[in-house]
């Protein structure tokens, strides 16, 4: 029997990876996605992504989106109850498992797995721990396109911001960006790849500063 699972979807590269590989399982059963966005701003948060740009990629994947309204700002209460009720929900559904593209974080994947705990649904990393200097480089090799959309001015320099994730953009990152931004870095929106059926047409709009970050603005093209 396979396994029905939802993806945890950031419209970013390395949830789109991890979706990649479950495409590619014979045992898994691929009923959706699931995303949180900013209700204030009608934004994934923190990618900075608009709501029509997600239900594009989620058009080209071929699966439903499931969108998480939180609001802004938003506690940590705040944000558990909303998940929770999320998580009840998927449960009514049959739903066994919920994937995450995290890589390697340890405290990030424990406070999944113990949110999930006694829910009957398991966390589940189709990625987890493979070293990012290989995994950016094969992403990449593999024909996935993303644009940065939100930088850490603190951890990376601005001129980063828009940018497109390629060897170009690797072989510039100062030796203490992780190539996959993991530690929060840098975050992105994919447009293309293997997961996808058609590419997203999009150009990089305005270059914003706000809450102690960068963003670039996302926008489809010809629109």
Not at 96 to 111: K, M, S, V
Request: charged share 30%.
């Amino acid at each position: 029997m396979k396994r029905k699972t939802l993806m945890s979807w950031s419209s970013g590269k390395d949830s789109a990876w991890a979706l990649y590989q479950l495409q590619k399982n014979p045992e898994i059963d691929l009923v959706g996605l699931f995303c949180t966005v900013n209700k204030e701003f009608d934004r994934v948060a923190m990618h900075g992504v608009r709501v029509e740009l997600l239900q594009k990629q989620a058009d080209s994947i071929g699966l439903p989106l499931e969108i998480i309204e939180i609001p802004y700002p938003c506690s940590n209460i705040e944000y558990e109850e909303i998940m929770g009720d999320f998580v009840e929900k998927a449960k009514q559904d049959k739903v066994e498992h919920f994937a995450f593209g995290d890589l390697f974080l340890e405290d990030i994947r424990n406070y999944r797995e113990e949110k999930l705990k006694n829910s009957g649904i398991k966390a589940i990393f189709p990625i987890w721990g493979i070293p990012t200097n290989e995994l950016s480089r094969e992403m990449i090799n593999s024909g996935l396109r993303t644009v940065i959309t939100c930088i850490d001015p603190r951890q990376t320099p601005k001129e980063f911001t828009g940018k497109e994730f390629n060897d170009s953009f690797l072989d510039s990152l100062p030796e203490t960006i992780d190539p996959c931004g993991e530690n929060g870095e840098f975050h992105s929106f994919v447009f293309d790849g293997p997961m996808f059926k058609e590419e997203i047409n999009i150009v990089v709009g305005d270059i914003i500063h706000r809450d102690n970050f960068i963003f670039a603005d996302i926008l489809l093209k010809n629109t």
